[in-house]
């Protein structure tokens, strides 16, 4: 099918604004002697339609987030690129089977309840892993979900008890300031977590998803191997 003038035009100016944030992330990484290509870059879809994710892609895009499981099940139904979805957002366990079925994977896990949930719709579906990262409430913000720092630990050796995880890292959301530094310390904050985590525990916890349109720089110098965008290649919705 061919695509339409307004869509060619929206192709083009995502992949403008994709190389934009992808020179920011090459300046960020040279900063801190970090190989760019240790970091992947996601961007977040929530409230844009299938022809947006569909012009993402055409704009090279490969991995997309979305925050609510029902309204990614319904656009990728109608997406017609392939790509990777991970849940971003909270999960109920009412809808862990709708999440294991839908999402390559899960960013979200932040209690022992959602981790047993995920595991059993995995089993009842018959997926052998369900890739998931430790939300971790890093900057301690009572508006925010995830699990504490000093609760991690604990928490990953409930989900190492559950078959069919694969627990591969941690994700953040700072709290809201705009003083960079608030970012920073939670982003060095839950690097340090990381390396103290894989001594304890022994996994590798390669993944550190953090940093958004407003401080994914300060992330990528940070430590960062994921950043969620949306506002920065989409602008306000």
Same mark, same amino acid.
Do not use: K
């Given at each position: 099918m061919a695509m339409s003038e307004n869509n060619e035009k929206s192709v083009r100016v995502l992949a403008e604004r994709l190389a934009a944030v992808r020179s920011r992330v090459e300046s960020a990484s040279a900063r801190t002697g970090r190989n760019p290509g240790e970091i992947r870059l996601m961007a977040v879809t929530k409230n844009h339609g299938p022809e947006i994710v569909d012009a993402a892609a055409a704009a090279g895009i490969d991995l997309v987030g979305e925050n609510r499981v029902q309204e990614a099940t319904g656009k990728q139904s109608q997406v017609r690129a392939s790509l990777a979805w991970e849940l971003i957002g909270p999960l109920q366990s009412n809808k862990a089977r709708l999440a294991v079925a839908h999402f390559d994977r899960i960013q979200t896990v932040d209690r022992e309840k959602i981790a047993r949930a995920l595991g059993r719709a995995a089993e009842e579906i018959n997926r052998p892993a369900v890739p998931v990262l430790?939300?971790?409430?890093?900057?301690?913000?009572?508006r925010k979900a995830g699990v504490s720092p000093e609760g991690a630990e604990a928490l990953i050796d409930q989900i190492r008890s559950v078959e069919r995880l694969d627990l591969q890292g941690l994700m953040t959301i700072?709290?809201?300031?705009? /003083?960079?530094? &608030? #970012?920073?310390?939670?982003?060095?904050?839950?690097?340090?977590?990381? /390396?103290?985590? &894989? #001594?304890?525990?022994g996994l590798s916890l390669h993944e550190l998803s953090m940093g958004m349109s407003g401080d994914f720089d300060i992330a990528v110098e940070e430590g960062a191997t994921l950043i969620r965008v949306g506002t920065i290649l989409f602008g306000e919705r």
């Open positions: 430790l939300q971790v409430n890093i900057g301690e913000d009572p700072p709290p809201f300031s705009e /003083d960079p530094a &608030v #970012a920073r310390r939670c982003f060095a904050a839950l690097r340090v977590l990381r /390396d103290q985590l &894989v #001594a304890n525990t």
